[in-house]
T-cell receptor
Framework: DAGVIQSPRHEVTEMGQEVTLRCKPI?????LFWYRQTMMRGLELLIY????????DSGMPEDRFSAKMPNASFSTLKIQPSEPRDSAVYFC?????????????FGPGTRLLVL | AQKVTQAQTEISVVEKEDVTLDCVYE???????LFWYKQPPSGELVFLIR??????QNEISGRYSWNFQKSTSSFNFTITASQVVDSAVYFC???????????FGEGTQLTVNP
């Protein structure tokens, strides 16, 4: 079975450009999470969807960040305009079942570098 | 507020040594879940184990074992007879009943030398 799929795996862009990260959760999973990993802040949750509905977006840094989940098999995280401090690894994770006991399975991550 | 502390930033051992990674957590909830994830050099996060707050039985899976002690709020991870392939960053994480997020520790970089 395929795990969580993320694209692109690597992204290099210039400051001010729009960046779109994509995620396909594991089939049948009903929750999807976007995390960001940096050296300074470690792993932090950005936003959490349950049944395609955003439940907790308190971790979204600012208005430049937006996330959508138009259907159960696809989500995007968009940064517009991007800034150098957005450089990080962005992980998507999915899970099935009820919080908090369900296990989150992570994708391979997207390494974003904003110049 | 929930918090996870992994006091060991880096550990270096020689192959076949046993190594224990410490994890201490803080929570006000009586029901919560604890997790360990492995992040190898390739970068992905690999789920290792989940444990709920009502189950204090230790668990063993091959060379891996976990010791959960509610009295000390600890959930330590031991690798027996370590191998070079165990080299990775290991994260401990906590999820409370009242919240939706996994709170991760800072991670422990384990290096197993041949």
């Amino acid at each position: 079975d395929a795990g969580v799929i993320q694209s692109p795996r690597h992204e290099v862009t210039e400051m001010g450009q729009e960046v779109t990260l994509r995620c396909k959760p594991i089939s049948g999973h009903n929750s999807l999470f976007w995390y960001r990993q940096t050296m300074m802040r470690g792993l932090e949750l950005l936003i959490y969807f349950n049944n395609n509905v955003p439940i907790d977006d308190s971790g979204m840094p600012e208005d430049r960040f937006s996330a959508k989940m138009p259907n159960a098999s696809f989500s995007t995280l968009k940064i517009q305009p991007s800034e150098p401090r957005d450089s990080a690894v962005y992980f998507c994770a999915s899970s099935f079942g009820r919080a908090p006991q369900e296990t989150q399975y992570f994708g391979p991550g997207t390494r974003l570098l904003v110049l | 507020a929930q918090k996870v502390t992994q006091a060991q930033t880096e550990i270096s051992v020689v192959e076949k040594e046993d190594v224990t990674l410490d994890c201490v957590y803080e929570t006000r909830d009586t029901t919560y879940y604890l997790f360990w994830y492995k992040q190898p050099p390739s970068g992905e996060l690999v789920f290792l184990i989940r444990r709920n707050s009502f189950d204090e039985q230790n668990e063993i899976s091959g060379r891996y074992s976990w010791n959960f002690q509610k009295s000390t709020s600890s959930f330590n991870f031991t690798i027996t007879a370590s191998q070079v392939v165990d080299s990775a960053v290991y994260f401990c994480a906590l999820r409370e009943t009242s919240g939706s997020r996994l709170t991760f520790g800072e991670g422990t970089q384990l290096t197993v030398n041949p």
